[in-house]
C-alpha cells in the first residue's frame, strides 16, 4: 500500500492503547496469582516462542487472558485473526459488511463475557464479536471512532468519535446507545472501574473529560496542549496525561480532581503504569530512552538511554509481577528494561516495525505486532512474536 506508519500514527498515542488494557485485564483477573507466584529476576533472556502470520498492516491488538488466545485486526481487510496462545493455530473472523480500509483500528476484549468489541474508524459502529461462536453483531456509534475501553464490572462499552466530539455508552447487555458530548477532537480514554470514572483526552480543546459513570455526568479538567497519551493507577486513583505538544505529563488527583504538571522530555507518546512499584514509564517520538515518574513523589528521569533507537520507540508494556518494561520499536529489536535497577538490554526481534507490543503477566509472556514493510526479511507482512519470560 506504500504507507508510512510512522507518518500515520505520529499524531496520537492509540498505538500503545492495546497495551495497558490487556495488562489490566490480566492482573484484574488473576490477581490472586500474585501472592503465589515466585518471580524469578534470572540472567535469562526473554525468548521468541512463535512468529505467528497475521493480516496486512495490521493496526491493533489484544489478548484474552483467561482463554490465552490473542486478537490481532489488520487492513485492508479489517478482518480479525484469531491465535490460540499454546497451539499458535489462526483463525480469520470477518467482519462482513465493515469490511473497509481503514488508517486506525482498536480492538478490546471482555474477559469475563469472552467477547471482542472493535472500531476501524471509518465505519460508524461498534463490532461486537462472541469469541465462542465467532458471531458478529453491529451497533451504531458516531463519526469516526477510533478508541475504546470497556469497564467489565458495569458491562458498559465507551466508544471515543473523533469527529463528532463525543462518546457513546453501549449497554453490554442490551447494546443500546448513549451519546455523551466531551471536547474537541477526542483521542484516548481509560478507565477507574474502582470508582467508575472514565477519562478522554480531548487534543484540540486541551483538556480532559471525566465521565462519571453512575449518571453520565461530565467535567471538564485542562491540561497541557495536545493531551494524547492516557493512563490510570486504580490503586492510588490518579490520572497521567501525556501533552504531545507540551513536554509535560498532567497528573490527576482522581478524588479532588487537583492537577500537577511534571516536566518530561519533548513529545510523549505513550503511558503505561506499574501499580505495584508505582512508577509510570513514557516514551517519546524523538527520545533514544523512556522516562519513568515516581508515583509518590512526581520526580522523573531518563532511563535506557542510547539502547533505543532514537525516533523509534513506539509501543511499551510493564509487567508488574516481573517488574519488567518492554520497548517495541520501529526496528528489528526490543528493549527490556529491570523496574528495579532501571539497566536495559536487548531482544533481536525477526519481526520489522514492531508499533505494538502488550504483556501478558499472567502466562509470563508478552506479544509484538509487527508491520513488515521490509521486502527482504524473511517475516511475513504482518506478524505476531509470541515471546517467553525467563
Known sequence: MGVDWTVRHAPTSRACRET?????????YFAIFIGTLAISQGADAQKLVATVPAQSFCQAIAFNPVTHKIYTLGEPENELTEIDGETFKTTVIPLGPTREKSLNGAIRVDPIRNRLYGVNVVNSSLAVIDLVTHAVKFVPVGTHPGALEINTKTNKIYVVNIDSNDVTVVDGVTLKVKTIIVGTYPDSIAINAKTNRIYVTNSHSNDVSIIEGKNDKV??????????????NTARNRVYVGNLQGATVTVIHGRSRHTKTV????????IVVNERTNKIYLNHQAL???????????????I??????????DGLAVDDLRNKIYVGEWTTKITVIDGATNAASTVANPGYNTFKIVANPVANQFYTLNVTTNIYNDTPLSSVGIWAGP
Open 20 to 28: 495497558q488494557t490487556a495488562f489490566v485485564s490480566a492482573r484484574r
Open 219 to 232: 467535567r471538564t479538567i485542562p491540561v497541557g496542549p495536545y493531551p494524547s497519551a492516557l493512563a490510570v
Open 263 to 270: 516536566k518530561v522530555s519533548p513529545y510523549p507518546f505513550c
Open 288 to 302: 533514544d530512552a523512556i522516562t519513568v515518574i515516581d508515583g509518590r513523589t512526581n520526580a522523573a528521569k531518563i
Open 304 to 313: 535506557g538511554s542510547g539502547i533505543i533507537a532514537r525516533g523509534a520507540p
